[in-house]
């Protein structure tokens, strides 16, 4: 196995290691003190069992050793612990990060040429806009000739990126950071979805990703004969994504209140028109909770092949950008040279 440590994310062998022992239907701290005699100097692990030791549970003890732990992660972590179901939560993590990390290796290598031309691009106008367009510029400077706007405006750009970089890098900085920050503010989600001011490929992709975890939490519940307003409220607290946690808890309120589902539905209109058609035809807890495995497979499917048109027209995409910035370029220098009749 792996060496573990304190990582900012639970590593994947501790996923692995921890269901290949569980299914073999051994105490959780036996589990843990096995894996302490492959790796004793495993910090982690030791803190972890302490933990356990003192009467947490598995699920507190890693919010403890690992704070940054995901919320899905640890919601499914939880509800596991709690229905006596861990080893099949943890091969559902164990496949949910597989999916992650097979969807990333898609995205590096559709997207390392295109970046790689992005940046070479970015070299070569930065090139031409702080040296070859001031020199080619500077005998229409030298008899007054007033430029074209957009020549104008490509010269102050040139002045600025060459006295003032390091201002400018700084800027970027701190533009990165507020933009960073802004999107944990709740109010800056709600305006978002509110809005819809969003990619369309990239929103349905993450939508369909999120939904199918969504899914997959409320068969775990379901399975276990939690009340839907329950299993719905659960599954909120599973999600980082504030405008479906409002949803959620929204559809649960209602359905909390005695309304039938149908009417609690219509009372929340924002549910995806799929979810809402299969919770309307189950017809009891049992069918409900295997319609959820279902719809849950279904979400995943549909990320996939919206990530696949989103990786098709990626690299389109990005050579109109960089055909466009450098043609804006090019037609910068051009442009004075059809009022060279007024300096001979």
Known sequence: MARLSLHRNIPMAFYESLALLLSQHLPLRDVITTLLHISPKDKAL????????????????????????????????????????????LNQLITHRK????????????????CLTLAFTITLAYALITTVLPTCLSMYQQQNMP??????????ASTILTYRAPWFLL??????TGIILLKKCSLYSRTISHHRWHIPGIYHW?????????????????????????????????????????????????????????????????????MRSWLTISANQHQLAKSMKHLSQIFNNLAEKQSQKV??????????????FIGTIICAIYLPIFQLGQIF
Not at 171 to 176: C, I, T
Not at 251 to 257: I, K, S
């Open 206 to 274: 993450l939508n369909h990703r999120r939904y199918s975890r969504l899914c997959h939490m409320l068969h775990l519940s379901l399975a276990q004969h939690t009340p839907l307003h329950k299993a719905l409220t659960q599954a909120a607290k599973s999600l980082s994504h504030i405008p479906t946690q409002h949803q959620l808890n929204q559809l649960a309120y209602h359905l909390n209140q005695g309304h039938p589902l149908s009417i609690a539905l219509k009372l929340t209109p924002k549910i995806p028109p799929l």
């Open 46 to 89: 030791v803190r972890l069992q302490l933990l356990l030791k003192n009467g947490l549970s598995f699920s507190q003890a890693l919010v403890n050793v690992y704070p940054h732990i995901d919320s899905y992660e640890h919601h499914l972590l939880s509800m596991g612990e709690r229905t006596q179901q861990l080893s099949q939560c």
């Open 99 to 114: 999916q992650l990390r097979n969807n990333r290796a898609q995205l590096s290598q559709a997207c390392f040429y295109p």
């Open 311 to 324: 990786l098709q027209w990626l690299n389109p995409l990005l050579l109109c950008l960089v055909s466009g």
């Open 171 to 176: 800027w970027l900085l701190l533009l990165n």
């Open 147 to 156: 430029l074209p706007p957009l020549t104008q405006t490509l010269l102050n």
